[in-house]
């Protein structure tokens, strides 16, 4: 879940960035003197900052199940993971030029040197063979080249980690304290090492049982553990590897969808909508063919508050969360306090556990649930929310849907004065 305050892990992140950094300032020196001076030490903290970035980059995409949570959740570490990897690019681009101006005093002649001296400087080279297979991985991020790939995206990361291996190299035969760089360079590839290695040997076998349509181009599909399979809190996700061998597309790929069911439930039940080749190949999967699940991740009902009562907003297939929620209600779990539920779809057709959610509503009187469609209401607004639900801006609002859906609820209800501290919400926009 998106967090807008600083969180546990994310304090860890900045002394382990930090830490080569205090190693080594005391023999870069001050920012006193000539410009070449500073340049010179400009080029060098960029440089240590931009490998640090890198590496703790990769630390954080290990992706253990309960590694995300002191970061906020998955969805929050893969953004911390992109920013890194993105401003550590920068820096390292930094860190070149700076260098290469600081010579420019003495000469054009020593600024190319610099940068590109004799092979005999090997130290240097491997900066930029690092350099050139960071190049490598990032290009098909950027627009030019259009949307990667998923697949061919991941194998691409094996490029990541020589980037890594080469930029640590690189690192350790200029450091004059090599330990930080061991750290950093241990919990960088070794996370590589676990996730293409090490991860998919502990995955969960599971059936699956039955595909259960929910509406055109929507299914749930219930998976019956082969062993003691995964436990779960409400609002978590897993990633789903499907073995079907009739599959058209997605055979043995890994991806997250979010749970469904009750932690109480015995069965894994996962709503999945035909948004890509994947997930569309799934609408007509096998049953009792096999898949393995690794999870769960996610906490987006992490931060609870028993004095106040809540408010879900779910559109689109984010409102499986909510779906797995009511469900743990019906079955006694939640406590105190009360929850309304509004869904919101483009027409009753699209509203795809609606018949669920009406029979927990008339079952569970802690439960309420209203339904708004687009198609003949326009947006969600202020007075439709007030109407329903009187007292809204008193609750602790969750919201799950897609991004525009999201961003404009956050606008509606900061616009009523909500504090963005009670508004939680959950984008799956990230590979």
Same mark, same amino acid.
């Given at each position: 879940?998106?967090?807008? +305050?600083?969180?546990?892990?994310?304090?860890?992140?900045?002394?382990?960035?930090?830490?080569?950094? !205090?190693?080594?300032?005391?023999?870069?020196?001050?920012?006193?003197?000539?410009?070449?001076?500073?340049?010179? +030490?400009?080029?060098?903290?960029?440089?240590?900052?931009?490998? *640090?970035?890198?590496?703790? !980059?990769?630390?954080?995409?290990?992706?253990?199940?309960?590694?995300?949570?002191?970061?906020?959740?998955?969805?929050?570490? +893969? /953004?911390?993971? /992109? +920013?890194?990897?993105?401003?550590?690019?920068?820096?390292?681009?930094?860190?070149?030029?700076?260098?290469?101006?600081? !010579?420019?005093?003495?000469?054009?002649? *020593?600024?190319?040197?610099?940068?590109?001296?004799?092979?005999? /400087?090997?130290s240097v080279w491997l900066g930029w063979l690092a350099w050139v297979a960071l190049v490598v991985f990032l290009a098909p991020t950027f627009d030019f080249f259009g949307q990667p790939h998923y697949q061919r995206w991941k194998r691409l990361h094996l490029v990541s980690a020589a980037a890594l291996l080469l930029g640590l190299w690189h690192a350790l035969l200029l450091a004059g304290e090599t330990w930080p760089w061991w750290l950093l360079g241990i919990a960088g590839l070794g996370a590589i090492a676990w996730r293409k290695g090490v991860a998919p040997r502990y995955r969960h076998a599971y059936r699956i049982e039955e595909v259960v349509p929910l509406a055109r181009g929507v299914v749930e599909v219930v998976l019956r553990p082969e062993g003691s399979g995964i436990r779960h809190e409400t609002g978590q996700f897993v990633y789903l590897s499907p073995l079907d061998e009739s599959l058209s597309d997605g055979r043995g790929e890994e991806h997250p969808y979010t749970i469904a069911s009750a932690p109480s439930d015995s069965r894994l039940r996962i709503g999945i909508k035909d948004l890509g080749d994947a997930s569309h190949a799934l609408q007509t999967v096998t049953p009792e063919t096999r898949v393995l699940v690794e999870g769960p991740y996610g906490e987006f009902f992490g931060r609870r508050f028993p004095e106040r009562d809540m408010l879900w907003l779910g559109g689109g297939i984010g409102i499986t969360p909510f779906v797995g929620g009511a469900r743990d209600l019906a079955?006694? *779990?939640?406590?105190?306090?009360?929850?309304?539920?509004?869904?919101?779809?483009?027409?009753?057709?699209? !509203?795809?556990?609606?018949?669920?959610?009406?029979?927990? *509503?008339?079952?569970?009187?802690?439960?309420?649930?209203?339904?708004?469609?687009?198609?003949?209401?326009?947006r969600l607004d202020e007075a439709f929310l007030r109407g329903h639900c009187p007292d809204f801006t008193e609750r602790e609002i969750y919201l799950c849907g897609p991004p525009a859906m999201n961003a404009h609820l956050q606008r509606l209800l900061t616009d009523q004065g909500v504090p963005a501290s009670r508004i939680h919400s959950e984008v799956f926009d990230f590979l």
């Open positions: 879940m998106m967090r807008r +305050w600083l969180r546990r892990g994310d304090i860890a992140l900045v002394v382990a960035l930090l830490l080569p950094l !205090a190693v080594a300032l005391p023999r870069l020196g001050g920012l006193g003197g000539p410009p070449e001076l500073w340049l010179t +030490w400009v080029g060098r903290v960029t440089g240590i900052l931009g490998l *640090a970035m890198m590496l703790l !980059a990769a630390a954080v995409s290990c992706r253990v199940p309960g590694f995300d949570r002191p970061f906020g959740g998955l969805a929050r570490l +893969w /953004h911390l993971h /992109h +920013w890194l990897g993105f401003t550590a690019f920068i820096l390292v681009m930094l860190h070149a030029l700076a260098l290469g101006l600081s !010579a420019v005093p003495t000469s054009l002649d *020593a600024a190319v040197t610099t940068l590109f001296p004799p092979v005999s /400087h090997g079955g006694g *779990a939640g406590g105190e306090g009360h929850v309304h539920l509004f869904y919101l779809a483009h027409d009753p057709d699209r !509203a795809y556990y609606r018949e669920a959610l009406e029979g927990i *509503a008339e079952a569970h009187e802690g439960f309420a649930f209203t339904q708004h469609y687009s198609k003949e209401q326009g």
